[in-house]
């Protein structure tokens, strides 16, 4: 099974700040790599696929990029609504999805 | 709009068989992968499988020997079925559509129904 590792799993940023997240694969999947978001008590909504897409209705400050075995998500200037739960997943062998990365306010 | 929409008991008992409906609306099932997700109170996503609507399936290995996806193309609807289930699986169930292109994107997701797995 392909592992994936999100770091950090936990984030304090403030509103305008540039934060980025790390994806990690424990071997290469190209570009098979799917990025969402998770507010509370709502379903994860994708934001990125195929590592640097940037998925139709997702604001511009949102950038994936990587290939291989490393992968990041960039928010360029956090918005209040940016403060949630990111996952990274692979699609390369089957499914897995990344434990999280929470993103709260400082 | 694509819609989705999860339905089946929110209560099943220990070494029972947890079974759920998703109900998909603006898209028809003969067309992409659709899956089944899950997530723990307070825990990650964990992928239990997906089914092409030609009937090809594929499934977590962790879960294989527990899991049965389908498709109703009449209903325009596909389910899961897992059996033995035990605590561990208490979690929010979400159905989701994969696109059928490149990396196969989850882009359309259920609200989640919540299932405890309790006596």
């Known amino acids: 099974d392909i592992q994936m590792t999100q770091s950090p799993s936990s984030l304090s940023a403030s509103v305008g700040d540039r934060v980025t997240i790390t994806c990690r694969a424990s071997?290469?999947?190209?570009?098979?790599l799917n990025w969402y978001q998770q507010n509370p008590g709502a379903a994860p909504k994708l934001l990125i696929y195929?590592?640097?897409t940037l998925q139709s209705g997702v604001p511009s400050r949102f950038s994936g990029s990587g290939s291989g075995t490393d992968f990041t998500l960039t928010i360029s200037s956090l918005q209040p609504e940016d403060f949630a739960t990111y996952y990274c997943q692979q699609s390369y062998s089957t499914v897995t999805f990344g434990q999280g990365t929470r993103l709260e306010i400082k | 709009q694509v819609r989705l929409l999860e339905s089946g008991p929110g209560l099943v008992k220990p070494s029972e068989t947890l079974s759920l409906t998703c109900s998909v609306s603006?898209?028809?099932?003969?067309?992409?992968?659709w899956s089944w997700i899950r997530q723990p109170p307070g825990k990650g996503l964990e992928w239990i499988g997906y089914?092409?609507?030609?009937?090809?399936?594929n499934y977590n290995p962790s879960l294989k020997s527990r899991v049965t996806i389908s498709v109703d193309t009449s209903k325009n609807q596909f389910s899961l079925k897992l059996s033995s289930v035990t605590a561990a699986d208490t979690a929010m169930y979400y159905c989701?559509?994969?696109?059928?292109?490149?990396?196969?994107?989850?882009?359309?997701w259920g609200q989640g129904t919540l299932v405890t797995v309790s006596s």
């Open positions: 603006g898209a028809s099932v003969s067309s992409y992968y």
């Open positions: 195929a590592a640097s």
């Open positions: 989701a559509r994969a696109s059928s292109y490149g990396t196969k994107p989850f882009d359309y």
């Open positions: 089914i092409y609507y030609s009937g090809s399936t």
């Open positions: 071997q290469s999947i190209n570009s098979y």
